[in-house]
């Protein structure tokens, strides 16, 4: 008599185990928060009272409380839109606390908004109102309203309504961290929040593999948008690699000699910015 095979054995054994050991069950919704440099966590939802003073809690791995991000109440007549670029090191030089920022929008419909950035006590590290912390009119570049180049990093806010001239120009005293895509920096347009990294939608391109081991390649998916320059800058802003672009879609980039490490790839246009993705290159 032939032993039962597993199929049988499975079918009379009851209902299966879990196949991997559960940690904890969270009873809201939370999303997976890797723009800190001390690690990975998870950040419970955005869902302040418009216009009164709210928290939002970042929980360890395990779902214990990691710390409250605090922020005060809008200015009068307004409420809270949005919340992004939580980060450790990007607005202040001490990594020991996490900054935010905050846009602000009128209560009433149409006006101007407001931009802030904020200490998780609730320290107001930075005001601007009218000021709104966005990206261009229809996405024409990619950056987004903090980014970082070989000069340093800088944030963008328009003065007047959304997308609106004049635009002042600020420096910040830290980098994008980004361990949403794998160990990466975050060069700009990205929100550093709840979402994970894709590909820069603006300039068409992608990037494959990601983490690189020996090389990668660089696709754009438009005729109308290939670059004629790919550039490669380390963690610290410093270019490390400048190639031409193949007359394809595809270019292929050794990286077998470049350290372990976060880099940000960028498209370069007629001298121009074309787009910016983070990589990891790991041998």
Excluded at 1 to 19: D, I, N, V
């Amino acid at each position: 008599m032939k032993p039962p095979t597993l199929a049988y054995a499975l079918l009379f054994a009851g209902p299966l185990l879990a196949q991997y050991p559960l940690v904890n069950t969270s009873p809201q919704t939370i999303f997976v928060l890797g723009s800190l440099d001390s690690g990975t966590r998870y950040i419970g939802p955005f869902s302040p009272p418009d216009s009164l003073p709210g928290t939002r809690t970042i929980y360890h791995m395990d779902l214990t409380v990691d710390r409250v991000l605090n922020f005060p109440a809008p200015p009068p007549g307004m409420r809270w839109a949005n919340m992004g670029y939580i980060t450790e090191a990007l607005f202040d030089t001490d990594p020991s606390t996490v900054e935010f920022t905050m846009v602000a929008m009128p209560s009433g419909g149409p006006g101007n908004f407001a931009s802030f950035v904020f200490r998780e006590d609730g320290t107001t590290l930075f005001s601007q109102n009218p000021g709104s912390l966005t990206n261009g009119p229809l996405f024409l570049d990619s950056y987004g309203p903090i980014f970082m180049t070989a000069q340093g990093t800088f944030m963008t806010v328009h003065t007047y309504g959304v997308n609106l001239g004049p635009v002042n120009i600020y420096q910040l005293p830290g980098t994008l961290p980004c361990m949403d895509c794998h160990g990466a920096p975050a060069s700009e347009g990205l929100a550093l929040s709840d979402g994970a990294v894709q590909s820069d939608m603006a300039s068409g391109m992608t990037l494959l593999p990601n983490p690189a081991h020996q090389e990668v390649w660089v696709r754009f998916e438009r005729d109308d948008r290939r670059a004629d320059a790919i550039v490669l800058w380390d963690a610290s802003g410093r270019e490390v690699l400048r190639t031409a672009a193949a007359p394809g879609p595809v270019t292929r980039i050794a990286v077998g000699h470049l350290a372990n490490g976060r880099y940000t790839v960028s498209a370069l246009r007629d001298g121009g910015h074309r787009g910016s993705l983070p990589l990891v290159v790991a041998h």
